[in-house]
T-cell receptor, first 114, second 114 residues
């Protein structure tokens, strides 16, 4: 069965420091992968997606992610974190039996310290 | 272009009651998905509707039901509410089945069951 694992429940990063959030997936074929961000009391906003092609994808707000098939990973990175990046981050993969439905990881909470 | 909207924002129900949550899809979209997000967890797929037909269902009991109407509004109905049904319910819309797989999320409805 498909699954998404986000090993880090909570990460604290200093403002201006770099960030990497980990995501591992379990899927037989080429996955369609996403990163979403959720601010408190808000819905989910799409940061970036990977379908095929270049394994390094760029997203909004200065985020990027790299797809590594050999490691079944799709880690999210940002070179310099801003205080406004504090939020919950979710990695997701398309559920193969039902159109565009997604399977999400449990999320990583990002705190930014000054 | 209007985004995905959901109503109500918050709702408090008693165990055993029934509830209906509503969603209005983004303009031009024809697929609606519903997710349940328990506190501290990632969203879990409930079901998806494509052109008014159910097109995939997650691991939720039959007391979770839904419908999609021609103007791409959608409803999620939950019967015989249980305490564990307390969660944020998210609606997401997308364009076409198997298209870009991008889902656009509404702000959610916070359901509390007492």
């Amino acid at each position: 069965a498909q699954s998404v694992t986000q090993p880090d429940i909570h990460i604290t990063v200093s403002e201006g420091a770099s960030l990497e959030l980990r995501c591992n997936y379990s899927y037989g074929a080429t996955p369609y992968l996403f990163w979403y961000v959720q601010s408190p009391g808000q819905g989910l906003q799409l940061l970036l997606k990977y379908f095929s092609g270049d394994t390094l994808v760029q997203g909004i707000k200065g985020f990027e992610a790299e797809f590594k098939r050999s490691q079944s990973s799709f880690n999210l990175r940002k070179p310099s974190v801003h205080w406004s990046d504090a939020a919950e981050y979710f990695c997701a993969v398309v559920r193969n039996q039902a159109g565009t439905a997604l399977i999400f990881g449990k999320g990583t909470t990002l705190s930014v310290s000054s | 272009e209007t985004g995905v909207t959901q109503s109500p924002t918050h709702l408090i129900k008693t165990r055993g009651q029934q509830v209906t949550l509503r969603c209005s899809s983004q303009s031009g979209h024809n697929t609606v998905s519903w997710y349940q997000q328990a506190l501290g967890q990632g969203p879990q797929f409930i079901f998806q509707y494509y052109r008014e037909e159910e097109n995939g269902r997650g691991n939720f009991p039959p007391r979770f039901s839904g419908l999609q109407v021609t103007n791409y509004s959608s409803e999620l109905n939950v019967n015989a509410l249980e305490l564990d049904d307390s969660a944020l319910y998210l609606c997401a819309s997308s364009l076409a089945l198997g298209g870009t797989y991008e889902q656009y999320f509404g702000p959610g409805t916070r359901l509390t069951v007492t």
